[in-house]
C-alpha cells in the first residue's frame, strides 16, 4: 500500500486547510486511515482516524470541532479538513494506515503503513 499526503501549507491563524491521502495498493481501501502529526521535539500523535467504511471516526481533545476526517472510497482518498487552526497545530502530518481505529490509538509502532509527511506551518 502506498499513501500520497498533500495539501499542506502556510496559513495564519484562524485559517483553514485541507489535507488529501491518496491511497493505491492492495485491499487498501479495507483498511482503517489515520492522520498523524509530529512537531519538533514532541512525539508523533493520532490527530484522527476513520474506519475502513467511513461511518466511525476518532479525534484526539485538541481538534474536536476544528477538524473533519472523511473518506472517499471511491476515490481511495481520505481527507483532513482543518478549520481555525492555531500556532499549536503547526507540525509535519502524516497520513497512515491501519487495521482499524482501536489499533492505530493504541499501538503507534505497529502501525501497517505511513506516508510521506506534509508540513503544515500556523503563524500567529
Known amino acids: 500500500v502506498q499513501l500520497q499526503a498533500s495539501g499542506g501549507g502556510l496559513v495564519q491563524a484562524g485559517a483553514s486547510l485541507r489535507l488529501s491521502c491518496a491511497a493505491s495498493?492492495?485491499?487498501?481501501?479495507?483498511?482503517?486511515m489515520g492522520w498523524f502529526r509530529q512537531a519538533p521535539g514532541k512525539e508523533r500523535e493520532l490527530v484522527a482516524a476513520?474506519?475502513?467504511?467511513?461511518?466511525?471516526?476518532y479525534y484526539a481533545d485538541s481538534v474536536k470541532g476544528r477538524f473533519t476526517i472523511s473518506r472517499d472510497r471511491a476515490k481511495n482518498t481520505v481527507y483532513l479538513q482543518m478549520n481555525s487552526l492555531k500556532s499549536e497545530d503547526t507540525a509535519v502530518y502524516y497520513c497512515?494506515?491501519?487495521?482499524?481505529?482501536?489499533?492505530?490509538?493504541?499501538?503507534?509502532?505497529?502501525?501497517?503503513?505511513w506516508g510521506e509527511g506534509t508540513q503544515v506551518t500556523v503563524s500567529s
Open positions: 476513520i474506519n475502513w467504511s467511513g461511518d466511525l471516526t
Open positions: 495498493g492492495h485491499a487498501s481501501s479495507s483498511y482503517a
Open positions: 497512515a494506515a491501519d487495521r482499524s481505529i482501536a489499533s492505530a490509538t493504541t499501538n503507534i509502532e505497529g502501525i501497517y503503513y
